[in-house]
């Protein structure tokens, strides 16, 4: 059986982002540099983040929900082969008519009276 799949759907873009060996605050500080690196497009880009700190567990945790993006995987460093974990953030893609920029707690009814 094959996969279906929808020609018209943009593909996702993945990033890895290796902070292992790294403290705390720089696995998070990694992975604000790779999602301002990387512009959105048209689908959503996926960013694995390897990291041995263990702050940086409830750290991306936090900053996911601070800038509205979506922590879809966070496997603790005892499941991972090296003793890191491995977090994986989903960055949304850019929509044709701007929807869904603001991630949570945004405003945008209020950036587009301003304009």
């Known amino acids: 059986m094959s996969e279906r799949t929808d020609p018209s759907a943009p593909a996702s873009r993945e990033v890895l982002v290796d902070a292992r060996g790294l403290r705390c605050p720089l696995p998070v500080l990694r992975l604000a540099q790779a999602i301002a ?3 959105p497009g048209p ?21 996911c929900r601070m800038r509205g993006l979506t922590l879809l995987e966070s496997r603790p460093a005892a499941d991972e082969v090296g003793g890191h974990a491995a977090y994986l953030v989903v960055m ?4 044709g008519d701007g929807a869904g920029q603001g991630g949570a707690g945004s405003d945008n009814a209020a950036d587009n009276r301003s304009r």
Do not use: K, M, N
């Not at 949304?92 to 929509?95: D, S």
């Open 92 to 95: 949304p893609g850019q929509e």
């Open 43 to 63: 689908g959503p880009i996926l960013i694995r983040l390897l990291a041995t700190d263990p702050a940086a567990a409830t750290d991306v945790a936090a900053f």
């Open 37 to 39: 690196a990387h512009s």
